[in-house]
């Protein structure tokens, strides 16, 4: 008996977790985790799309490595009991400096979409950027949420159907648009050139057969509507706006090689609220979107699906920040992996952070459950690294808390 007592005395056996979900999730504890869950989950090309970047993917890579070379200078002894990581951005207070970035064709990585997160983005008091190419449409995601809502659009040939989209953006409230201006033709995404992969993508061989190694996906992907880019078939500016690849057409043969920062000015007469640049690479052009009056900049390389080669963002950050700081609002969008990475974002000047990459990988492991969870994860480790480094509230973090390594 004593055995026994002994035994139980330093054995606790874990729950059992009957929910598939939550029990995928327990086990997943950082964004790589639910990297590995979502190329598990989904079909080969559908992941490549998601986690892909243009040519060689350097841009890409160093995004995310850029925040490695960041040393904390931790400050101790100060009361942390109480950690605030709440702000503000474009004049509305917000949970945490980060925004969700507006991805094209989220359907793809689940079923719900840029609805599920949304709905998630709302429950942690943060914005949520929707796409033009977004595959649910401006009122149906005004509908789930009541959170911030920003809209990301593109100046195209046709400024009519830009237009339309910006007065149904502001008749469902949204707070700001995001123009997207690094896309004045769409780089090369070599993943997608080696497996064929378009948008929609295009039934052959090679892709019955990645549907069936990828069931789940592949059913829930047939149950469902067939995916188009939603807020732009409301307008129907090709034929009726059924057919997904002629919408796809018609949008890559709508991007402006000519745009220019004449734009804004036109913009201003379409839009009366906030306007985020997002897609400033430059100190010049940061200093130019000043100039021209815009609201905040996003310091953005697409993600590295443009053109590679393009600086680590996280490294732009401080050189923008001490050129403009304080006349305009600066976002760091990339590579952002974890909440100690939002707060090194912060420290060399950056308003907020914006991700995208690292949602959909929650999205396409574990769906919208998926979206809350990295937003716990990140929200949590926000915390944690402002307490270890003695900042109790986002006005505490300031240039004194870093320094860059050389490795």
């Known amino acids: 008996m004593g055995l026994v007592k002994t035994f139980r005395s330093v054995v606790r056996f874990k729950p059992i977790e009957l929910d598939p979900t939550k029990r995928k999730l327990?086990?997943?504890?950082?964004?790589?985790?639910?990297?590995?869950?979502?190329?598990?989950?989904?079909?080969?090309?559908?992941?490549?799309?998601?986690?892909?970047?243009?040519?060689?993917?350097?841009?890409?890579?160093?995004?995310?490595?850029?925040?490695?070379r960041i040393e904390f200078k931790p400050r101790v002894l100060r009361d942390v009991s109480k950690i605030e990581t709440g702000t503000t951005l474009l004049g509305r207070p917000i949970a945490m400096p980060l925004v969700l970035a507006p991805t094209g064709f989220t359907r793809i990585a689940d079923p719900q979409g840029e609805l599920a997160v949304a709905r998630a983005a709302a429950r942690a008091g943060i914005p949520y950027g929707l796409s033009t190419m977004g595959t649910r449409t401006i009122e149906e995601v005004a509908a789930v949420s009541d959170g911030p809502k920003w809209f990301q659009v593109y100046t195209w040939r046709d400024r009519s159907l830009v237009r339309q989209l910006l007065e149904r953006a502001a008749a469902a409230r949204f707070d700001a648009i995001e123009l997207t201006i690094d896309t004045a033709v769409l780089g090369r995404r070599e993943r997608d050139v080696r497996r064929g992969y378009t948008l929609p993508p295009k039934v052959g061989l090679a892709t019955l057969i990645d549907g069936l190694l990828h069931p789940a996906w592949t059913i829930d992907f047939l149950r469902n509507d067939p995916i188009t880019f939603a807020s732009v078939a409301e307008e129907n500016p090709a034929g009726d706006g059924s057919s997904a690849v002629t919408l796809s057409e018609y949008i890559n043969a709508q991007f402006d090689p000519a745009l220019s920062w004449g734009e804004i000015e036109w913009l201003r007469s379409v839009w009366d609220g906030p306007i985020v640049l997002k897609g400033i690479q430059t100190v010049a052009d940061a200093e130019l979107a000043v100039e021209h009056g815009v609201d905040a900049i996003a310091l953005s390389n697409h993600g590295g699906r443009q053109l590679d080669g393009a600086p680590s963002i996280i490294e732009l950050v401080e050189p923008v920040a001490q050129a403009v700081g304080g006349r305009i609002e600066i976002i760091a969008d990339g590579g952002v992996r974890r909440g100690s990475d939002i707060v090194k974002a912060v420290a060399l000047g950056a308003n907020a952070v914006m991700a995208g990459r690292a949602y959909l990988y929650a999205l396409g492991a574990a769906g919208e459950a998926g979206v809350d969870h990295l937003l716990g994860f990140l929200a949590e480790g926000m915390e944690r690294t402002m307490a270890l480094t003695g900042c109790r509230e986002v006005a505490d973090i300031n240039r004194e808390l870093v320094t860059w390594r050389d490795r």
Do not use: T
């Open 26 to 68: 327990a086990g997943a504890a950082n964004v790589e985790d639910l990297r590995r869950l979502a190329k598990r989950r989904l079909p080969g090309g559908v992941f490549d799309y998601i986690d892909g970047g243009a040519e060689d993917e350097l841009s890409l890579r160093r995004n995310v490595s850029g925040y490695g």
